[in-house]
């Protein structure tokens, strides 16, 4: 597609169970990032992918969030046992052209735990 | 660690007048600079972006200018429209590793028409 694409684009889940949101970046794009924003803040960085690998996971908050790209392309963004805490909007966003290229983000995925 | 702040945080003016959005940030070692808008409930849309080895870039009614040596970037929009109404946040890149963008709170802009 012509832009980053994030599925669902809202999520209602309880607490504890486990949530995958989707990630879909621009045909391409080398370069994926998680962030995650909560209301009235400004978005933190998650993670970030260049290919397949995982190579900056430094700003996931602990182990019950994982995010995987296996073919350097989708990605997925897992967390287990959901808390109300996690609750937030989780933007994707994907860069082509090396380290100075433009950051372009999808819509983002809204996931609420109640 | 990157720290980057926007002032003001909300800024209400009447259509039609100029004005000036800051970010100051703490690292000067950055690879580039983008400034985005959002729309409430939507994802972030790219603006513009300054390579740290420019002074300003322009798109339109807007121009962006970095001072990377005082940790400084201001959005100039001209002619302000109600349609120019959203939060923009600007976002540093850091140089080594990763080059993730580092975000402020951003500041809530409205115009009056």
């Known amino acids: 597609g012509a832009g980053v694409s994030q599925t669902p684009s809202n999520k209602v889940t309880e607490k504890g169970k486990y949530v995958e949101l989707r990630c879909d970046p621009i045909?391409?794009?080398?370069?994926l990032y998680w962030y995650r924003q909560s209301l009235g803040q400004g978005p933190e960085f998650l993670i970030y992918?260049?290919?397949?690998?995982?190579?900056?996971d430094s700003g996931l908050p602990n182990d019950r969030f994982f995010a995987v790209r296996p073919e350097g392309s989708v990605s997925t963004l897992k967390i287990q046992r959901t808390e109300r805490g996690d609750s937030a909007v989780y933007l994707c966003?994907?860069?082509?052209?090396?380290?100075?290229?433009?950051?372009?983000f999808g819509e983002g995925s809204r996931l609420t735990v109640l | 660690k990157q720290e980057v702040t926007q002032i003001p945080a909300a800024l209400s003016v009447p259509e039609g007048e100029n004005l000036v959005l800051n970010c100051s940030f703490t690292?000067?070692?950055?690879?580039?600079l983008q400034w985005f808008r959002q729309d409430p409930g939507k994802g972030l849309t790219s603006l513009l972006l300054?390579?740290?080895?420019?002074r300003e870039q322009t798109s339109g009614r807007l121009n962006a200018s970095l001072d990377k040596s005082s940790g400084r970037s201001t959005l100039y929009i001209a002619a302000s429209q109600p349609g120019d109404s959203a939060t923009y946040l600007c976002?540093?890149?850091?140089?080594?590793?990763?080059?993730?963008?580092?975000f402020g709170k951003g500041t809530k802009l409205t115009v009056n028409p």
């Open positions: 966003a994907s860069r082509g052209q090396g380290a100075a290229g433009e950051l372009f």
């Open positions: 045909s391409g794009h080398t370069a």
């Open positions: 992918f260049q290919g397949t690998g995982a190579a900056d």
């Open positions: 690292d000067s070692a950055i690879y580039n």
């Open positions: 300054i390579q740290s080895s420019q």
């Open positions: 976002a540093p890149s850091s140089q080594g590793g990763s080059e993730k963008l580092v």
